[in-house]
């Protein structure tokens, strides 16, 4: 859209027009050249505003420049009539509507018209300039800096943002407060609570050590924007009191800046005169290359995994998870007075409740009688529909049913045939539910009554003091198949003529013998001398602190230990019958552990039957 200031002589209405009017006819077209008037003097918009002899009536028009030629003759086309008077291009108001007499009308062309006039650009006050304008000259502005998304940019802040500015690189960033802060204070960027910038202060690690650190340009409050936006790097001159060339830190006080390190040293940069600091947060605080070699280590990758040792990693003396100093004794003392700390600790996961002073054994892959129950006096014939089944109750510390015994024979002569062992839940005295494990051999049965293991491929886990049913059938061939048991009272016994469908009590006890591991390979547990198992023959050494099954314990092993309390210096220290506990006298299971060198130290020598 174009419209030309055009100067055109007053005309006069040449016939009477009305608000229902569609051509306005004017007396002439001439300009004060003398000449016609023409479209392109106009544009692509004309306005005209008819007046009346003392101008105490007007309305304006808008008309169609393209119908110039025909303004004196067919007149031009009106558009819009009624316009409003405040310059407005597009609105008709119907009380601006007037009838206008021929010959005592006149019309307005041209630069007169209030329309025409408010499409000028002011040079005072606010004002939305549309459509594209093209600059012969560059324009230039005092304005200042931008600030907001929509300001142009002054190349001198576009040069300073890309190229930074002469003598020092300013890297200055947007950024909201996260609270009262004022220009040159120090400040972060809390990443944690509210991405919002903060004071620093030295007192505070967090706002300090590892995080992105400015100094504000200006002033800002909670949620709002900081003037001028934060400098992250270069030359703020928003100090005071400063001496030129002093290294400069991270105060005790919120948002100072000082001369003298704070509770958490952070320098920040060095100051160039007593208001100018060029800020570069750590310049002097970096590790040279060689520092950097020798973190690499000797062996390994640093890491989660492989930490560094530090100054609380030792003790003057033996302490869990400590490394010992050297004191200045060359050689162990032969009585062992300068034995104190010469330790072999480990870390192993408890496989049951601990208390602090526990005597431990660690668990291996060997397995236990569980239970074992019934006699020989009797016999209860099986076959692929009749089952015999034995209820037994889980051990205490039983984790798993690892194999069953059964005695078996045949009614006479010898055959192979398969039978197969199974175990089952208990419910109300009988098996129930679907079989927990299950295992087959093919086996050659005599007359003779013969014991035969039968071992779980895997383990079966079973609960602790839990009762279960052993269930005991022929799988193979025809050949008479007897199980032998005693036959006195009822000990929880059941048989089954449907394929185990449903059971029913009898009277005695199969002979059975059921094997159970009751420990895990690896982890730790009380040391027991009273059976001649795993608990009185893997001994290596003492808890130091209680904790839960499944929690990691530091165990002392392999050399002198200073914690226990009332030994008998000289006396030779045995595992005991009580679970965990040590004694001068031995247990069931002879297994000597040590020599009390003090009250309080034992000189433990772990042997493995």
Same mark, same amino acid.
């Given at each position: 859209m174009t419209m030309l200031f055009t100067s055109v002589p007053t005309k006069t209405l040449a016939q009477t027009i009305n608000s229902s009017s569609t051509k306005l006819i004017v007396n002439n077209i001439i300009g004060w050249n003398g000449s016609a008037l023409t479209s392109a003097e106009f544009g692509t918009r004309?306005?005209?505003?008819?007046? $009346? =002899?003392?101008n105490s009536i007007i309305e304006i028009f808008e008309l169609d420049p393209s119908t110039t030629a025909d303004g004196a003759t067919t007149g031009f086309d009106i558009l819009k009539a009624g316009m409003n008077f405040t310059g407005d291009i597009s609105t008709e108001v119907a009380a601006n509507k007037q009838t206008w007499v021929k010959n005592q009308t006149f019309v307005e062309l041209g630069s007169h018209v209030p329309q025409l006039l408010n499409h000028m650009v002011q040079i005072i006050g606010n004002q939305t300039i549309a459509g594209v304008k093209t600059f012969a000259s560059l324009p230039a502005t005092t304005g200042g800096d931008a600030i907001s998304d929509n300001d142009l940019v002054r190349k001198a802040q576009l040069d300073a943002a890309v190229l930074g500015q002469i003598g020092t690189n300013k890297v200055v960033v947007a950024g909201l407060a996260g609270e009262? +802060? %004022?220009?040159?204070?120090?400040?972060?960027?809390? %990443?944690? !609570?509210?991405?919002?910038?903060?004071?620093?202060? @030295?007192? %505070?690690? @967090? =706002?300090v050590d590892n995080v992105e650190m400015g100094i504000a340009q200006g002033a800002g409050t909670d949620g709002l924007a900081i003037t001028g936006g934060i400098l992250t790097r270069g030359l703020d001159s928003n100090q005071t009191g400063m001496t030129a060339g002093d290294v400069m830190y991270a105060s005790d006080t919120a948002g100072d800046i000082a001369s003298s390190a704070g509770t958490v040293e952070v320098t920040v940069g060095a100051a160039y005169s007593a208001t100018d600091i060029y800020f570069n947060p750590?310049?002097?605080q970096q590790i040279t290359e060689n520092q950097q070699d020798a973190l690499v280590g000797s062996s390994g990758t640093p890491g989660p995994a492989n930490t560094y040792i530090t100054e609380e990693d030792t003790s003057d003396a033996a302490a869990s998870g400590k490394i010992v100093r050297a004191i200045g004794t060359a050689l162990p003392a032969l009585d062992?007075?300068?034995?104190?700390?010469?330790v072999t600790f @480990? *870390? +192993? %996961? @408890?496989?049951e409740a601990l208390t602090a002073l526990d005597a431990v054994v660690i668990g291996d892959n060997s397995t236990e009688q569980m239970v074992s129950l019934g006699g020989t006096a009797s016999n209860e014939s099986v076959s692929s529909t009749v089952r015999v089944a034995q209820l037994v109750t889980t051990a205490s510390d039983t984790l798993t049913i690892s194999a069953v015994d059964v005695k078996l024979s045949t009614g006479g002569g010898s055959s192979t045939t398969e039978v197969t062992v199974e175990i089952y839940a208990d419910s109300a005295g009988v098996p129930t539910g679907s079989v927990l494990g299950t295992v087959t051999r093919s086996l050659g049965i005599t007359a003779s !009554?013969?014991?035969?293991? &039968? *071992? &779980?491929t895997t383990p079966i886990s079973v609960s602790a003091s839990t009762n279960y049913h052993i269930v005991v059938y022929r799988s193979g061939t025809s050949q008479t198949t007897y199980l032998q048991k005693n036959d006195t009272g009822s000990l929880g016994t059941t048989k089954s003529t449907n394929s185990g469908s449903s059971f029913s009590a009898i009277n005695g006890a199969l002979y059975i013998i059921v094997y159970d591991v009751n420990h895990v390979p690896g982890s730790i547990y009380r040391a027991d001398a009273s059976t001649n198992n795993v608990r009185a023959n893997t001994f290596i050494g003492f808890v130091e602190a209680s904790v839960i099954s499944g929690d990691p314990a530091v165990? !002392? =092993?392999?050399?002198? +230990? $200073?914690?226990?309390?009332?030994?008998t210096a000289g006396s030779l220290y045995y595992l005991s019958d009580t679970t965990g506990q040590i004694s001068t006298t031995n247990g069931s299971q002879s297994r000597l552990i040590g020599r009390a060198l003090t009250a309080t130290k034992l000189l433990i020598q772990p042997i493995f039957n």
């Open positions: 004309l306005f005209a505003v008819l007046r $009346n =002899s003392d009262t +802060i %004022t220009a040159g204070q120090l400040v972060y960027f809390d %990443t944690v !609570t509210n991405n919002e910038w903060m004071k620093c202060d @030295a007192n %505070t690690a @967090a =706002s750590r310049f002097n062992g007075s300068n034995l104190t700390g010469i @480990a *870390t +192993i %996961t @408890a496989g !009554t013969v014991d035969y293991t &039968f *071992t &779980f165990v !002392t =092993s392999g050399a002198v +230990i $200073n914690f226990l309390t009332g030994l």
